[in-house]
């Protein structure tokens, strides 16, 4: 029998992570590995190196993280230990045992301050905790293990967990109006989209470290987007957009976060979907 590589993912019950396994019947030349969080916390640096010493997997695509934006701003130090000095533990065992190493950042790197789509190599300058967090994690990674690959991401959502399409879904349901900001721009990203995107670097044969950015296209606000989700759900509720400055929340949210697709279409011909292709197929998926 011919020994699969093996493909851990720590954070594997989150969106993305959902999303591998749901992919991994697809790609029968791997083994992939979704330990529990309770079992495998990227923070417990002594159980991840035995995880990787009795195990020795090939690649670890890391899709665990501190998620709370507004939470971030009173729980920095978590924020900082999960999404920074884990990642760079992380990277570094990874190096140790040869490991393709693969991980998953975020838009709010950026500062928002731009009017054209953030290609990566635009200076970051993050404007809350979160954002600070994740790129400590990326600067870790790449010190640590100049073999790391970064993707970074925006507005992620899907059928699981906590996500804007999720939320909208409910309140739809549990109000005749709503109140969303029309100020902040980005593009949606459909979990299973960025799966996939992650599966054909993995099985590509080829490994580019660096930074890259994959987000569905388009660039729409999050008003734009709940129009959308009502559209499809045909929805009676009345979305009303107002500004930021009349929803005020903890953490503070840059203005436009367009990444630019181009560099992981030329390394490795991924072509992200439009942004309403991805949402209507997810909607038509049962909500978990």
Partial sequence: MVNRQKILVTGGSGQVGGELNKLADSYPQFEFLFPPSAELRIDDFEAVRSFFNSLSPAFCINCAAYTG?????????RAFLVN????????????????????????????????????????TNPVN????????????????????????TSWVYSP???????????????????????DQFGS?????????????????????????HFSNSGAISWFDFSKAIKRFTQSNCKINPVFTREYPTPARRPRYTVLNNKKIQEVYAIKPRFWETGLAECLQRPQQ
């Fill in 160 to 182: 699981v967990g906590k996500n804007f399409v999720k939320t909208m879904r409910r309140l739809m349901n549990e109000k005749s109006e709503i109140n969303v900001v029309n």
């Fill in 69 to 77: 934006v507004d939470k971030a701003e009173t729980d920095k130090e």
């Fill in 129 to 152: 905790v979160y954002g600070a967090s994740k790129l400590d994690g990326e600067q870790k990674a790449l010190n640590n293990n100049e073999n790391s690959l970064i993707i970074r």
């Fill in 188 to 212: 949606p990203t459909y979990a299973a989209d960025l799966a996939q995107a992650i599966m054909i670097i993995v099985s590509s044969g080829t490994w580019h470290p660096g930074i890259f």
């Fill in 84 to 123: 920074g000095e884990a990642v760079g533990q992380l990277a570094l065992i990874c190096k140790e045992f040869d490991t393709g190493f693969i991980h998953i950042s975020t838009d709010y790197v950026f500062d928002g301050t731009a009017t054209t789509p953030y290609t990566e190599d635009f200076a």
